[in-house]
């Protein structure tokens, strides 16, 4: 298990107050190991995760919940390079990525 980050759920409250994540097809550019795709991806249609850190997506997989895996998927790539059509997401989602 991943040590807890933002246990008092700040960063969580903020993140919902700026998208509507409710059915909605997101791109999370830079989800490193998820541990911010898990506080909004059960309420999505659909997330995919992008990283380029083969490593970080290896320990996002292993800690994915389990009722979350047939929505979420994990993908090697760049916000340079992105390996979807822009009409596939309705939200895309970058943080702490820069």
């Given at each position: 298990?991943?040590?807890?980050?933002?246990?008092?759920?700040?960063?969580?409250?903020?993140?919902?107050?700026?998208?509507?994540?409710?059915?909605?097809?997101?791109?999370?550019?830079?989800?490193?190991?998820?541990?911010?795709?898990?506080?909004?991806?059960?309420?999505?249609?659909?997330?995919?995760?992008?990283?380029?850190?083969?490593?970080?997506?290896?320990?996002?997989?292993?800690?994915?919940?389990?009722?979350?895996?047939?929505?979420?998927?994990?993908?090697?790539?760049?916000?340079?390079?992105i390996p979807f059509s822009s009409q596939?997401?309705?939200?895309?989602?970058?943080?702490?990525?820069?």
């Open positions: 298990m991943l040590p807890q980050r933002d246990p008092e759920g700040h960063e969580t409250r903020h993140l919902l107050k700026l998208a509507n994540f409710t059915d909605q097809r997101v791109l999370e550019i830079g989800c490193g190991d998820g541990r911010l795709t898990w506080r909004y991806a059960e309420m999505t249609q659909r997330v995919i995760g992008i990283d380029p850190d083969p490593i970080r997506l290896a320990a996002a997989s292993e800690h994915c919940p389990e009722a979350l895996q047939p929505r979420v998927a994990l993908v090697r790539g760049t916000a340079e390079a596939a997401f309705d939200v895309a989602l970058l943080a702490w990525s820069l």
